[in-house]
C-alpha cells in the first residue's frame, strides 16, 4: 500500500460543503470542511479499491476572470 496526495476542490451549496477530487472524479460532501474531507477521503479509497489509478500527473489548477452582468 502506497500513499499518494490528491487535490479536494470544495464549494459550499446551502448548509452543505461540496467537495471533488479531479484526479479520480470522485465527490463528497458534509456540514463541515473536515467532515466533508473525511468523507472524500473514504470515497476516493473505495473507489481506488475497485478502479486502480495509473500513475498520472498532477492537474494544473488556477484561476480566471470573467465579465458577468450584476
Known amino acids: 500500500m ?4 490528491f487535490t479536494a ?6 448548509d ?3 467537495a471533488e477530487c479531479p484526479e479520480v472524479g470522485t465527490v463528497s460532501q458534509g ?4 467532515e466533508t474531507i473525511a468523507n ?3 470515497a476516493t479509497e473505495l473507489y481506488l479499491e475497485e ?3 495509473e500513475e498520472t500527473s498532477k ?3 488556477t484561476t480566471f ?3 458577468v452582468n450584476a
Open 59 to 61: 492537474p494544473l489548477m
Open 40 to 42: 472524500l477521503k473514504e
Open 65 to 67: 476572470e470573467a465579465a
Open 51 to 53: 478502479f486502480p489509478l
Open 2 to 5: 502506497s500513499i499518494r496526495t
Open 31 to 34: 456540514y463541515t470542511i473536515e
Open 16 to 18: 452543505l460543503y461540496v
Open 9 to 14: 476542490v470544495l464549494h459550499k451549496e446551502a
